[in-house]
């Protein structure tokens, strides 16, 4: 199957080529972020089978009091710990091109068809990464500057009617550290992935401009948000992951995670591989291939399990 095709420029007579440049101009794609953020699970690879299970330890519960008396036996409390199983799959894509465009052509198309299927995995791995993300069963709304919606049955309650802002920024760190009892990613830090147009709702708050005027004053200039309420944004452009939401898509949907968020089951790391030459050699391909799976961890919204909040909207 050729991969592209040439124009005549004449009905008859001689033909000609018009003059290319030396350079290959290559798309833009969109940034990846996801991927970086989940945590391979320990003990699985290749060889392993298709299922992993993921081993959770619940809490026990906070008595009233703990005191004893002399004669009393020692009361015994619960410990339950309960799995979850993540089924690895197969990911693939792949170019096919021929030998006689290889032979024909001034450029060398291996390279540029590799490139662009590495941007191509590592998009679709970002994907499936955030969407592990979003099953986040507790779910936070901005429905107005200073107002939201929380729910934990995985179901947002309400319609986004503001973006990020700072009010909003502080409301999700207090629910996560003092509802939640979410521990942090990094040290003291939470983790906050939005959409461009989600941090662009905090840098117009000037509450923001205030905070970075003492803390890093070059925030503005370099276009980033960098750490508030002790949350590290990053900023994604990948408009499958995240979305623009709401009414009035008023939203830049994100994320906002703490330690143990999303596990990567990996039983092949993705690799690029060539197919073996068909047809006496004429018909090529390169794909990108792998077997893995990302889901999140605590799929519940329960105090001291749910580790991530999903900022998001009906």
Do not use: C
């Not at 953020?37 to 060889?47: I, L, Q, S, T, W």
């Not at 330890?57 to 009091?65: A, G, S």
């Not at 500057?145 to 502080?170: C, D, K, L, R, V």
């Not at 799929?299 to 909040?309: I, K, L, S």
Request: net charge negative; no cysteine.
């Amino acid at each position: 199957m050729p991969t592209f095709t040439w124009n005549f420029d004449a009905p008859t007579g001689t033909y000609k080529q018009h003059t290319l440049s030396r350079k290959l101009y290559e798309a833009a794609v969109e940034n990846s972020v996801f991927v970086d953020h989940a945590r391979p699970v320990d003990g699985f690879g290749k060889n392993k089978g298709e299922n992993v299970t993921l081993t959770r330890v619940k809490n026990i519960t906070e008595p009233l009091d703990a005191t004893l008396d002399e004669l009393m036996r020692i009361p015994e409390d619960a410990f339950q710990i309960n799995t979850k199983s993540i089924t690895v799959k197969e990911l693939g894509r792949a170019v096919p091109f021929t030998s006689l465009s290889m032979d024909l052509s001034e450029y060398d198309l291996d390279n540029p068809i590799q490139s662009k299927l590495r941007d191509q995995m590592r998009l679709v791995l970002d994907t499936k990464a955030a969407v592990a993300f979003k099953r986040a069963s507790v779910k936070y709304v901005p429905t107005g500057a200073a107002t939201n919606n929380i729910t934990t049955n995985g179901t947002p309650g309400a319609a986004a009617t503001s973006n990020m802002n700072f009010f909003h920024t502080e409301e999700i760190r207090d629910y996560m550290y003092d509802t939640l009892n979410v521990p942090p990613l990094e040290g003291d830090k939470y983790i906050g992935i939005f959409r461009t147009l989600g941090l662009r709702g905090l840098k117009r708050d000037t509450k923001w401009e205030e905070w970075h005027k003492y803390t890093d004053p070059q925030a503005k200039f370099t276009g980033e948000v960098g750490q508030i309420e002790g949350i590290r944004f990053i900023e994604s452009n990948h408009a499958r992951a995240l979305g623009k939401i709401g009414t009035s898509s008023v939203l830049g949907e994100g994320v906002v995670f703490g330690e143990d968020s999303v596990a990567l089951a990996e039983a092949m790391s993705p690799e690029l591989r060539a197919a073996i030459p068909g047809d006496f050699g004429r018909s090529r391909a390169v794909a990108w291939y792998g077997i893995l799976e990302f889901d999140i961890i605590w799929d519940t919204g329960n105090q001291g399990e749910a580790r991530v909040v999903h900022v998001s909207s009906t």
